[in-house]
């Protein structure tokens, strides 16, 4: 007897290349597409951060910025890096630093912010893109998941502040857990904004 596949289950092989062609393929920024796990980063209202996460978050701890930190001088996160008792930190570079200190706090389950304007890529995920870059692509850019893109009905030049975790193991970039403002207003506000493009212009 023949077996036959599902008709609703692609073969093994095409849904392999497919990734291999996804991982391989380069964005219009000049990026890789980011780590395919974290298309599965989600907005969880309940434990106020990723799903999954194991490390509790500390309610009493301020959220630390991510601007604040990139806004000082590597002398001070070389001084600020060494009594956190980071290793060999006098040799790591500035956005080493940083990532070390943001790695550090986390640990700790002390919350991090960060915000940007969003870009989506045709991939179907985004980055929030910093004013101190021209908005243009960089090194501290925050992944966006198409989870949170779709949920909240997110859009290119939208301003986005939330929660943030640092890179895992094979990944580039900051990514974002949990959306606190978008356009300065509650997520669940912006759910079911409309297009600007479908608003009924007034005429005085």
Same mark, same amino acid.
């Given at each position: 007897? $023949? #077996? $036959?596949?599902?008709?609703?289950?692609?073969?093994?092989?095409?849904?392999?290349?497919?990734?291999?062609?996804?991982?391989?393929?380069? *964005?219009?920024?000049?990026?890789?597409?980011?780590?395919?796990?974290?298309?599965?980063?989600?907005?969880?209202?309940? *434990?106020?951060?990723?799903?999954?996460?194991?490390?509790?978050?500390?309610?009493?701890?301020?959220?630390?910025?991510?601007? +604040?930190?990139?806004?000082?001088?590597?002398?001070?996160?070389?001084?600020? #890096?060494?009594? #956190?008792?980071?290793?060999?930190? *006098?040799?790591?570079?500035?956005? %080493?630093?940083?990532? #070390?200190?943001?790695?550090?706090?986390?640990?700790?389950?002390?919350?991090? &912010? /960060?915000?940007?304007?969003?870009?989506?890529?045709?991939? /179907?995920?985004?980055?929030?893109?910093?004013?101190?870059?021209?908005?243009?692509?960089?090194?501290?850019?925050?992944?966006?998941?198409?989870?949170?893109?779709?949920?909240?009905?997110?859009? $290119?030049?939208?301003?986005?502040?939330?929660?943030?975790? $640092?890179?895992?193991?094979? +990944?580039?970039?900051?990514?974002?857990?949990?959306?606190?403002?978008? *356009?300065?207003?509650?997520? %669940? +506000? &912006?759910?079911?904004?409309?297009?600007?493009?479908?608003?009924?212009?007034?005429?005085?």
């Amino acid at each position: 007897m $023949t #077996a $036959t596949s599902k008709p609703d289950q692609a073969p093994a092989r095409s849904r392999g290349s497919s990734r291999a062609r996804r991982r391989g393929a380069r *964005n219009r920024d000049g990026n890789p597409p980011q780590n395919p796990q974290n298309e599965d980063d989600l907005f969880d209202v309940e *434990n106020g951060g990723e799903e999954g996460s194991s490390t509790p978050r500390d309610a009493n701890v301020p959220a630390l910025h991510l601007s +604040e930190l990139k806004a000082l001088h590597v002398s001070e996160l070389l001084q600020m #890096a060494t009594e #956190a008792g980071v290793e060999g930190a *006098n040799r790591l570079r500035k956005q %080493e630093l940083v990532f #070390a200190l943001l790695r550090n706090r986390a640990r700790r389950g002390e919350p991090i &912010c /960060g915000d940007g304007a969003l870009e989506v890529l045709p991939d /179907g995920f985004g980055f929030l893109r910093s004013p101190d870059t021209s908005y243009l692509a960089g090194t501290d850019d925050i992944y966006v998941s198409p989870s949170q893109i779709r949920r909240f009905n997110l859009r $290119t030049g939208d301003t986005i502040e939330g929660e943030i975790r $640092t890179p895992k193991d094979g +990944e580039r970039y900051f990514a974002l857990t949990k959306l606190d403002k978008i *356009n300065g207003r509650p997520p %669940e +506000e &912006c759910k079911s904004k409309i297009l600007f493009e479908n608003l009924t212009p007034l005429h005085p």
